[in-house]
C-alpha cells in the first residue's frame, strides 16, 4: 500500500507565477489535509478537505491560495501569483473515512522556493 | 484557540539514556494526540496516537502517556540509539474538529554514540 505521494518533491517559481502542488492520499483514504512548514517555523494547519468539499480552511491566507480535492484525481493546493514569502515546505497528509481515529499520515512534502 | 508547546526545543544524550519529551496544551477538550518523527529535510512519520479516551499508547521502545486534565502528553524514549535523533513533534485535534491538528514547534533530539 503505497503512502501519500505528493508532487513536485521539489519546485522553483519566479515571483508572480503560480504553483500547483499535488497530493495523492493513501488507498482507501477519502480525507486529506494541508500544512505548511515556514523555514525555522513549526507545521501550522491549511485546510481540510473531503472528497468534493471543503470542510476547514480556517487556515488558508485570503488571498492567493486554493485547494480541491476532486472526485477523481489528486488534491490540489494552488498558490497564484507567489511571493517570497511563499516558500516553505507544504505538507499534505490523508486519513481513512470510515476510522474514526482521524490519524493523520504524511506525504514527503513539496519544497517550494520563490526566486 | 489551541495552543501546543513542546520542553526542551533541543535534548542532547548519550546512546543508551532513557529520555522524556512533554508536550502542553491548552485547551483540554481534545479528540486525539499524535507524536510525529521528523527528520532533517523529510516528511512526517507518525509515532504513537493517542485518543482522548485512553491514558496511554505503547510501540516498542516507545511510550506516550496522555493527562487530559492537566494538558500533558509525554513521550518515553526507551535506550536511546543514534538513530532516534531527529525532532518530534506533538499534534493534537480538538473535540469539536477532530479534523484540524495543532502542532508544537518540536523537539529536536540528538543521540551521541
Known amino acids: 500500500n503505497a503512502g501519500v505521494m505528493q508532487n513536485p518533491r521539489h519546485l522553483v517559481r519566479r515571483r508572480g507565477q503560480e504553483a500547483r502542488l499535488r497530493c495523492s492520499p493513501m488507498k482507501g483514504h477519502s480525507h486529506v489535509y494541508w500544512y505548511r512548514q515556514l523555514p525555522e517555523e513549526g507545521l501550522k494547519f491549511m485546510v481540510y478537505?473531503?472528497?468534493?468539499?471543503?470542510?476547514?480552511e480556517s487556515g488558508m491566507p485570503k488571498e492567493r491560495f486554493s485547494a480541491e480535492f476532486p472526485k477523481e484525481g489528486p488534491s490540489i493546493l494552488r498558490i497564484q501569483q507567489v511571493v517570497r514569502g511563499d516558500s516553505a515546505a507544504y505538507f499534505c497528509?490523508?486519513?481513512?473515512?470510515?476510522?474514526?481515529?482521524?490519524?493523520?499520515?504524511f506525504g514527503p512534502g513539496t519544497r517550494l522556493t520563490v526566486t | 484557540k489551541q495552543e501546543v508547546t513542546q520542553i526542551p526545543a533541543a535534548l542532547s544524550v548519550p546512546e543508551g539514556e532513557n529520555l522524556v519529551l512533554n508536550c502542553s496544551f491548552t485547551?483540554?477538550?481534545?479528540?486525539?494526540l499524535q507524536w510525529f518523527r521528523q527528520d532533517p529535510g523529510k516528511g512526517l512519520t507518525s509515532l504513537l496516537l493517542i485518543q482522548s479516551s485512553q491514558r496511554e499508547q505503547t510501540s516498542g521502545r516507545l511510550n506516550a502517556s496522555l493527562d487530559k486534565s492537566s494538558g500533558r502528553s509525554t513521550l518515553y524514549i526507551a535506550a536511546s540509539q543514534p538513530g532516534d535523533s531527529a525532532t518530534y513533534l506533538c499534534a493534537v485535534s480538538s473535540d469539536g474538529n477532530a479534523g484540524k491538528s495543532t502542532f508544537g514547534d518540536g523537539t529536536t533530539l540528538t543521540v551521541k554514540p
Open positions: 485547551d483540554s477538550a481534545i479528540y486525539n
Open positions: 478537505l473531503q472528497k468534493e468539499n471543503i470542510i476547514d
Open positions: 497528509a490523508s486519513s481513512p473515512q470510515v476510522q474514526s481515529s482521524y490519524e493523520q499520515y
